[in-house]
């Protein structure tokens, strides 16, 4: 292997695992703090895709501005989710939420094959050119992507050090103690959902000018977003971090080696490290449905 | 009467957890709330901070009914609790446990006056604040509960077993403690299954028993009752 | 009180949000008219759904010919086939009924989702039409899983037109099946591009497809035809059909320097994110994308540039830069008329419906035996919204009744981010190709000797048998 070959493929991999991280650390988070197991989540990446195409490409926006956009628009959007769905499911336990969610995503995921059909919104690439560092060339769109998500969990890593932030890891840990500290769980509840939400939202807009939109992408990452988690170990935002690149690296190398059987691989690894370690690299075991 | 309870009736599905209790706290003293396993202290002091809801009877504080308030509003109102069993979060620091405990603060400048005042109460914690709670000793981790709780302020600071699992030097240290903020005007509410320092330091006391009170009276005649001897203070220290 | 203001105000919000979800799916459906929301996935649910809502003004007694489809409604080719097949029926109930002999019927079709290549699916559906529903006539069958759904019709005498990417409908012991719309004799088209290619300087071929059964066929053929015409074909690649990042794919093939790269069932979102991560590679050559679109074209386009895909040789389905045939123009008219929008998915697809169509009015009879003793002995190519479609003979499997179809295609090139029409592919040049990609010529020969040459719609055509 060539190290132009391998960096590439190095590159392709911290590239996907960056938007797994996204995706799989707002899925977490709203696991952790509300015990929401959120299977709408995907879909917040696909509409977060479709808004900056939105933005971008038929309104013509800077990129920038797109990507704020879908920030914003997907927050809200799960902060309306909250008041207008988690909220009143909360209180019947684990499993009501969840198909709650199951059904929200299936609405949102028919909506939008009947808005957009089976069609794909493509936006054009924001650096289209290539990096070329002492023979070997690498994609500078891809960087960008990488760039972006590594800002977003900058932030993010701020954010949960705010009093708010403190407060929903207060919450995820122990929810009466965190009442009793004069948390307003609600508040905490609807933060969470905005944040969770927006992740995966800003996930969408860094990933549309590399991988175009389509109305499906909203599944086929929330499956790796559970596997993500599950390595990384449920309600651990550094597990999910951790756990996205190094998913989204073997992924790439094996399938430079196992082509199609790449995603067998992934789930054998995941097997053998849920074996060993059932909470995974640095979480807890799953939270116990229905309490 | 600062805090008063009402003949309260509460229940964990079918079950009966406490069947008529009423309690009353004057300003300024210290209440305990005494009784064997299951009796139903817990479940008295998590109705008052309102995270589990009463069936039937009222809570009332400063003359206002606060038994269908969420739990945050009772915090603001001055209620605060230091939960059974400490229950800090162990994953945060404990300077991030302190900010919990002030969460209904607005500033920062009041949060770090807090701070600055438990860290005089509790001299121990100084070089602690950056630790991870989960890193503290039992005593230590009392302590920061403790201090915790009183960072919001309370008129009423509820108290569930804070000897629970402290060598008897701890437990000395402790009841030094609930003097000590008794002393800085702060009314306590305190459980406890250890009889005897409880009864040395209150001036009250309640006896519960399968969610019932069956006795109350002042702290000093109720250490001299032949049943509460018997069933509570022989063979303990 | 406090509390029911709240609950209130929750509530209004949540009605709210339920309205925005109703006008989102409203906007949809405005763009492509009231039967687009009617149709699309209103009858999903596991199992068969038969529609009945035809025409209106029937009565009991008024005779019905009820055709049926076995469609997966999961698919956009599902559910614009079924959307052709209502516009079929309607146009004959409009204009009266459709006459038969003596007798006028009124045309009700019936839809049975069938999944995607779901064998439990495929059973409840056709068990459904067959032994429920009384259907005689299951035509364009999509999805379904032909061994599955054959063991139903054939020994209730049910006529089945349908597709199926393996040889299960073509067997000679069948007596009921056709299949009308095939891949079998379908090698024209990559045949043609990879001589075009070749001529471009094209040396070596890579081959990718998804690891589906399809895909695994596909690249074989693919593969085939690109010995045949003369390439150095690499090793295919393959990769996992729910794949959404195509950069280690594309970091692959680049890897293997290839000439060329074909894609085989790789279509919309997906091929547009492979060519572009293809594009990211830095590697450059001829790219065979299967089937494309005009929207697909134009979102590549958006997303490549250009440059990266000029002189691209791709296949069609759409007829309308294309197609002079009147008939065919009227159809084209009348669907947009009916549906307000355009999609080219199920033109290709819905062929065997002309293929029934023509055995109908040929033989003015609706007993499914008469229609099939016409069908296996058909001599003549039938017009599709895709050019001529035509049944063969199958000698290689022994099966000398024509039950297999070589249909219509279109080929293009991509100048200047557009899509140029080159030329139809001739049904001979479709059957010839084929026979000489997979080296059957002798197998053929023998079979045209003693039944002799078959005819051929009239089209220019690039092969003769002399060719082979
Ligand atoms: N979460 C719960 N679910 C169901 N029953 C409970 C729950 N918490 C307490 N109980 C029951 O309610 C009764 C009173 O419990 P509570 O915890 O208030 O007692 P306690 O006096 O605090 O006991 P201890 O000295 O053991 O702390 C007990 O019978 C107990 O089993
Ligand atoms: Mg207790």
């Known amino acids: ?291 | 009467m600062l805090l008063q309870v009402k003949d309260l009736w509460v229940h964990y599905g079918r079950a009966e957890a406490l069947k008529g209790v009423s309690i009353d706290v004057p300003e300024g003293s210290i209440v305990t709330l005494l009784g064997a396993n299951g009796a139903g202290k817990t479940t008295t002091l998590r109705t008052i901070s309102g995270v589990k809801r009463a069936t039937s009877g009222e809570i009332w504080f400063e003359g206002s009914r606060i038994d269908s308030l969420p739990p945050h509003e009772i915090v603001r109102r001055g209620i605060a609790q230091v939960p059974e069993g400490r229950q800090l979060f162990l994953s945060l620091t404990v300077k991030q446990n302190l900010l919990m405990g002030a969460f209904l603060l607005k500033k920062k400048s009041e949060f770090m006056h807090k701070v600055e005042e438990m860290t005089e109460h509790f001299p121990n914690l100084k070089e602690r604040l950056g630790n991870r709670a989960s890193d503290l000793s039992g005593g230590e981790q009392q302590m920061v509960a403790v201090a915790r709780a009183l960072m919001s302020n309370p008129r009423v600071l509820l108290m569930d077993e804070p000897s629970l699992g402290l060598s008897p030097i701890m437990v000395k240290e402790v009841a030094e403690i609930i003097k000590s903020v008794n002393s800085m005007g702060v009314t306590v509410v305190l459980v406890e299954q250890n009889a005897r320092m409880a009864l040395r330091l209150a001036d009250t006391a309640y006896v519960l028993e399968v969610g019932r009170v069956v006795l109350s009276d002042r702290a000093g005649a109720l250490a001299q009752d032949e049943r509460v001897k018997a069933a509570y203070l022989g063979g303990r220290c | 009180m406090r509390l029911g203001k709240r609950r209130l105000g929750t509530l209004v919000l949540g009605v709210l949000f339920l309205a925005l979800i109703a006008g989102l799916v409203a906007c949809g459906g405005e763009k492509s008219t009231e039967s687009t929301t009617g149709t699309t996935q209103s009858s999903g649910g596991a199992g068969a759904t038969g529609t009945s809502a035809a025409g209106g003004s029937g009565s009991a007694d008024e005779p019905v010919l009820r055709v049926g489809a076995l469609l997966s409604l999961d698919s956009i080719q599902g559910v614009e086939m079924k959307k052709w097949l209502q516009l079929f029926a309607k146009l004959y109930n409009d204009a009266g009924g459709w006459k038969i002999g003596e007798t006028t019927y009124r045309v009700e079709p019936m839809f049975y989702d069938v999944g995607m290549w779901d064998a439990t699916k495929s059973r409840s559906a056709v068990e459904k039409a067959v032994l429920q529903d009384k259907v005689k006539y299951l035509v364009c069958n999509w999805g379904d899983i032909p061994a599955e759904t054959l063991s139903v019709t054939e020994p209730n005498k049910v006529l089945w037109l349908g597709l199926d990417f393996v040889d299960d409908s073509v067997k000679p012991t069948l007596n009921y099946a056709v299949r009308a719309q095939g891949l079998f004799f379908a090698q024209g088209l990559f045949y043609y591009i990879c001589q075009d290619y070749i001529k471009q300087g094209a040396k070596s071929v890579l081959v990718v497809c998804p690891d589906t059964q399809q895909g695994h066929v596909g690249a074989q053929l693919v593969g085939a035809t690109a010995t045949t015409a003369g390439m150095q074909v690499l090793d295919p690649i393959f990769f996992s059909a729910d794949t959404a990042d195509f950069s280690p794919i594309a970091t692959k093939i680049a890897s293997q320097k290839p000439d060329a790269v074909f894609f085989s069932y790789v279509a919309g979102a997906s091929l547009i994110n492979a060519i572009g991560a293809l594009k990211d590679t830095g590697w450059k050559g001829f790219i065979l994308p299967g089937e494309l679109d005009g929207e697909t074209l134009n979102n590549l386009v958006a997303k490549v540039g250009k440059e990266y895909v000029e002189g691209m040789e791709t296949g069609s389905y759409d007829p309308r830069p294309v197609e002079k045939d009147p008939q065919t123009l009227n159809y084209i008219d009348a669907y947009q008329q009916q549906y307000g929008d355009w999609h080219s998915e199920g033109c290709f697809w819905i062929g065997p419906w002309f293929i029934f169509e023509d055995a109908i009015n040929a033989t003015q009879s609706t007993d499914v035996d008469t229609l099939v003793a016409y069908l296996t002995s058909s001599k003549k190519g039938v017009r599709t919204l895709t050019g001529y479609s035509q049944l063969f003979a199958r000698p290689d499997l022994q099966n000398y009744k024509t039950v297999d179809s070589a249909p219509g295609h279109y080929i293009g090139v991509v100048r200047d981010g557009k899509f140029e029409y080159l030329e139809t592919i001739a049904c001979k040049d479709q059957y010839l190709s084929s026979i000489k990609v997979y080296g059957l010529k002798d197998v053929y020969q023998k079979y045209w000797d003693e039944y002799g040459y078959p005819e051929f719609p009239d089209q220019p055509a690039r092969l003769d048998f002399s060719d082979l």
């Open chain 1, 1 to 291: 292997m060539t190290l132009q070959l391998f960096l590439q493929i190095l590159v392709n991999g911290l590239m996907i695992g960056a938007i797994y991280a996204l995706v799989a650390s707002g899925f977490t988070l709203i696991l952790g703090v509300l015990q929401v197991f959120n299977f709408a989540q995907g879909q917040f990446y696909m509409l977060g895709a479709f808004a900056t195409y939105a933005v971008a490409s038929v309104l013509g926006a800077p990129y920038v501005v797109a990507i704020l956009a879908a920030l914003a628009a997907m927050a809200l959007l799960g902060i309306l989710v909250y008041f207008s769905i988690i909220k009143w499911t909360l209180r019947y336990g684990f499993f009501h939420t969840m198909l709650a969610t199951v059904a929200f995503g299936t609405i949102v995921g028919q909506a939008a094959v009947l808005k957009f059909g089976y069609s794909t919104a493509v936006v054009a690439a924001v650096v289209d050119k290539t990096l070329a560092l002492g023979g070997v060339s690498l994609n500078s769109g891809k960087l960008l992507v990488l760039a972006g998500a590594l800002v977003v969990m900058g932030l993010l890593y701020w954010f949960m050090r705010t009093k708010i932030g403190v407060a929903m890891q207060a919450c995820a840990e122990n929810r009466e103690v965190a009442c009793l500290q004069g948390i307003n769980a609600g508040k905490v509840f609807w933060v969470t959902m905005a944040v969770g939400c927006a992740l995966c939202g800003v996930a969408g807009a860094l990933v549309v000018p590399v991988l175009s939109a389509s109305t499906n992408m909203g599944q086929l990452i929330f499956l790796k977003a559970i596997i993500v988690v599950l390595v990384g170990g449920t309600g651990s935002m550094a597990g999910a971090l951790l756990a996205a690149f190094l998913v989204g690296i073997v992924e790439s190398f094996a399938f430079q080696y196992v082509e199609s059987f790449a995603p067998l691989v992934i789930f054998a690894l995941v097997a053998i490290l849920i074996y060993f370690r059932p909470g995974g690299l640095l979480g807890k075991p799953l939270p116990i449905p229905g309490q």
